[in-house]
């Protein structure tokens, strides 16, 4: 019933707005070249920055379970931030660290490597905000894991890599997958953060939300609408596929 | 909404029925607190800050109400949407006609003839486009052409969601167009030209400045006069301000919202609050805030910094805010054309 006023309803009326315009202004507003190239960057950007932090927050994850030292839940705290940060500022402050006269912008640009305004940037806004989702799936699984069956390998003479690929990746890899598929999804939906960063150069660094924005802009409910269930469209059947690879996996965990 | 909308509405709405029942709106309504929303684009935040202290001074001292006045800003078209979608604004004062035109088309919230309500197309003050560089002008930019120099950076927010970027877009195409030989293809080429030299496209004016003056990007910042004279008060001696050859003028527009001061109960004093605005006192408040005034007498007192310079007009150059806006800013217009290139 809540699902249903929450979730179905503002679903419903963006996928009944579009059709005012009928199938000829949806196809023609979906081949428009910029509305392609935006969808392009932001599903494309969002998932080598998902893929990305699956590493990173597996790598985090791990060391903030597995050892002790100073600072420790400080870090700990500080991986929450990005959740708790209004996007705007995030994006304000990742934009006056990689700008061109930032602190790590300017280092950059002298190695010739243009951090911000451009997809570049967009790549490490969504690296920020996606990270915590990856580590704060991962760390309830990590924590719970039994030691015990790590030593038996290790007793066993398995080597590190070895633990590592056939002990701890098959317990965690469910909770990297929905990890990862949680960061994806607010990647592609994520705007106040990017848009500071990206430069919003038509056809290079515009992402699809800012599209629907300048849309609205220009009073195209319709047009908006249709990029905004295109976006919904493709991140549901991306969705789906991850579920389906999820249920794969925990199928053959029973096995 | 919030709670304190719903107050304010329960309040309007006890207001508007007493001055059904009682005649003669200022004698009923005496003693009791008033409450005015202006919803106006993004840089007009410190002139209006000002211009409703004094309006509702002398609002008091003449009827004795009490008038709260909220403003809200934003990027011109957004704040134009927010309208159409229920902002339940009493006047609107926004950057550029066009935006006017769409509440009124749209949400029939105020009569289509509504430009001619009040004085000077009602536009209290008027502004130009000019170019703020820093300090020396070390890449020596003196006019329009200078834009397209390899080189050169150019920082101006994007016009499809910007009213300020709609102005910096027409007065270059206008001065491109009136180069000798100057023909729509020229120009559209020149723009191509132009846009090529901008490397970060902001959404509002704002963040141009911002980009600008704090992120230290570009050469030129392409600005409204009276966010040029900000930046020079608020960063001090780090900018100079470069008048072009040709600008373009702009009349940022003001107007009374029929339908919500009608449920508000509040047409007397916003019809009020928009003739203020040209007063004398309005006037002096709106050159002191860099805005070029109507008022002969405060145009005389801060003319100096107001260069005169050639401007071209929308209706006269481009033949109306409509025709402009298909022709360059919609999809498929100019605008996406130069980026296809």
Redesign the interface.
Known sequence: MWLGLVVVLPLTALVLRPWEVGLSGIWSTLT???VLAALRLSFGVSLLAALTNIPLGLMTAWTLTRYEFPGRRVIDALVDLPFALPTAVAGIAL??IY???GVLGEPLAKLGIKAA?NPIGIYIALLFIGLPFVVRTVQPVLQDLDREVEEAAQTLGATNLQRFRLVVLPAVLPALVSGFSLAFARAVGEYGSV?FIA?????KSEIAP?LI??K?????YA?AATVGLAMLLISFGALLAVNGLQLVLARRGRA | MSIDEILNRRRLIATAAAVAVVPGWASAESGKSLTLLNVSYDPTRELYKDVNAAFAAYWKSRTGQTLTLNQSHGGSGKQARAVIDGLEADVVTLALAYDIDEIATRAKLLPANWQSRLRNNSAPYTSTIVFLVRKGNPKGIRDWGDLVKPGVQVITPNPKTSGGARWNYLAAYAWALKQPGGTPAKAEAYLSALFKNVPVLDTGARGSTTTFAERGLGDVLLAWENEAYLSLEEFGPKFDIVYPSLSILAEPTAALVDKNVQRHGTRVVATGYLNFLYSPLAQDLIGKHHFRPRDPKALAKYGAKFRKLPMVTIDGEFGGWRKAQAAHFADGGVFDRIYRR
């Open positions: 428009e070249d910029r934009t006056a700008g061109p006269t305004y848009i430069g919003n150069m038509p056809l800012l924005v300048i609205l802009e220009q009073y195209d047009g």
